[in-house]
């Protein structure tokens, strides 16, 4: 497995520049490889993610319906606690949610703001492949998801129901902090044996947060972007942030000039780092994973604890992410 992890983050600038090839002509596409089906996803609950999309592309050879089912895995697990069904509510008491989808050549979809549907990332494709749009929010969404069959569901289980009525009563009006407890948003990007990419993006947001509160998971560029001239990036943290900085647009440009993911990731979170902010440091956590379109992956984190899962066809690996600051 250490050989595999080698090759995985490794097989970029160093190993192109041995070979006597160049990397990546400036404004042209990067060299023709040979493709390996791969997906990659935050948070080491990406792993039953990861695995599902596996299974669906092995089952009908198609990359966007792979990510999506494998994101709504998260979005049924009772347990989890900031996607889908159990996740925590804003501070009205309502659980809303947001993702996006994106396939390789641009096609994109994503909801915002979403409530009381279990599968924002099925509504997003809907809106990609239905719609003229890119973006619904709000009771617009709400309305396009229930026109289009999608059933009406109460996503707060038992124990966030009491969280919140505890919350509410101590009038702990102060952030949660941002760790994985509190936003272990998933994002899924993969790559098929073609070369066609694509990614989901998909949360309930920041625990307590304030009714209408979008954060980057549903916005194109910034908790998601994939272009498989170059390759894919997802995010996790304090989506502000990461807003802030067009996070992943940013980590795929970088791709594009010739970084490694590692190093493209890297440099997001240290622009993130390097913000005059109004975010306490102290308890900001940002993160970034991504895919180059040769097949090599990377993540980097601002803070200590950040983890990801890498799929392909010799089974799945939990790595532990390099970072900037314990």
């Known amino acids: 497995m250490n050989s595999r992890r080698r090759f995985l983050k490794n097989s970029g600038l160093g ?11 400036p404004g042209g596409p990067m060299p023709q490889q040979k493709k390996a089906r791969r997906f990659v996803s935050t948070w080491s609950h990406g792993k039953v993610a990861n695995e599902m999309a596996m299974a669906v592309l092995n089952e009908k050879s198609e990359l966007l319906s792979s990510v999506e089912e494998g994101v709504r895995i998260v979005e049924s697990d009772p347990d989890g606690r900031s996607v889908g069904l159990g996740g925590l509510p804003d501070n009205s008491g309502r659980v809303t949610l947001d993702a996006c989808i994106m396939r390789g050549n641009g096609a994109s979809g994503s909801v915002g703001a979403l409530h009381n549907i279990e599968h924002p990332i099925s509504v997003a494709r809907a809106v990609m492949e239905k719609t003229q749009h890119v973006m619904l929010v709000g009771d617009g969404a709400r309305k396009f998801a229930l026109d289009q069959g999608f059933p009406n569901k109460d996503l707060l289980v038992p124990e966030t129901r009491r969280d919140y009525e505890n919350w509410k009563k101590e009038e ?17 990007i993969g790559m ?14 920041w625990a307590y947060k304030m009714p209408g509160r979008l954060g980057d998971s549903p916005i194109i560029g910034a908790g998601l972007f994939v272009d498989e001239e170059a390759g894919a990036a997802t995010a996790s943290g304090l989506g502000e ?20 993911p590692d190093d493209a990731c890297k440099e997001a979170v240290t622009r993130i780092s390097r913000k005059h902010s109004k975010w306490n440091k102290e308890s900001l956590q940002a993160c970034f ?3 180059r379109r040769d097949g090599s992956v990377g993540g980097y984190s601002l803070k200590k604890g950040f983890q990801y899962v890498v799929t392909d066809d010799e089974g799945s690996e939990i790595l532990d992410a390099p970072y900037l600051t314990k």
Request: glycine fraction near 10%; include cysteine.
């Open 192 to 205: 098929d044996e073609n070369g066609k990419m694509a990614g989901a993006c998909t949360t309930s947001g």
């Open 241 to 260: 942030s990461i807003i802030q900085i067009a996070g992943c647009h940013l980590v795929v440009e970088l791709m594009r000039q010739g970084m490694s």
């Open 289 to 291: 994973i991504a895919l």
């Open 15 to 25: 190993t192109m520049a041995a070979l006597g090839l160049p990397y990546l002509s």
């Open 172 to 188: 702990e009006l102060k952030l949660p902090p941002i760790n994985h407890e509190n936003h272990d948003t998933i994002g899924l």
